[in-house]
């Protein structure tokens, strides 16, 4: 067992519905023990809402699968995929290495409104990088939404935005990191 799985297995605990999804978003940190603790400056609040849009995510993928089984991936949106130098989106590598062409490729980003965005798929890091920014930024993602991204064909995804704070306004500055 590697010294990450207790953290895994605690929110599991704190969040029943969320097994396989990612949680590096949440508020939430965890001793060596495996116990929950709340990180500085945040609150129990913000932690409540980390797992409920978890849930959400994870209720929207078993709705897709159930319906024609396509493959799916849910993603947290973390400050990492919003960083000025690098706006980036770490994919499973298991995920890549079943259902993603092993080589480096375009792929499109399709929103729930229709609109297609062509990013860059690296398969050597599994992210999309080159107009993750353009999508990130027209579709005012910010930190602790997340992604349930669904494969419909090899080269490109449907994806299914749930909002941390569901009642956000995208205004002019959407897109930006808000705090």
Not at 68 to 80: Q, V
Not at 87 to 105: N, T
Request: hydrophobic content about 35%.
């Amino acid at each position: 067992m590697t010294s990450s799985s207790p953290s895994l297995l605690a929110f599991s605990n704190a969040c029943p519905s969320t097994d396989g999804i990612n949680n590096s978003a949440s508020s939430l940190s965890f001793s060596r023990k495996g116990k929950r603790k709340v990180m500085p400056g945040s609150s129990s609040e913000n932690a409540e809402i980390g797992c409920a849009v978890k849930t959400k995510a994870a209720k929207i993928e078993a709705d897709l699968k159930r319906t024609d089984g396509k493959p799916t991936l849910i993603r947290l949106l973390t400050p990492s995929n919003f960083t000025a130098r690098d706006y980036k989106l770490c994919l499973s590598r298991a995920f890549c290495e079943w259902h993603m062409p092993s080589a480096d490729k375009q792929v499109t980003l399709e929103g729930e409104d229709g609109k297609g965005f062509l990013v860059n798929f690296y398969w050597r890091d599994s992210r999309i990088r080159g107009g993750w920014r353009a999508f990130a930024s027209y579709h005012g993602l910010v930190v602790g939404d997340a992604l349930v991204l669904r494969l419909v064909s090899p080269l490109m995804f449907k994806v299914y935005i749930v909002r941390e704070n569901a009642s956000k306004e995208v205004g002019v500055d959407h897109g930006r990191l808000r705090s």
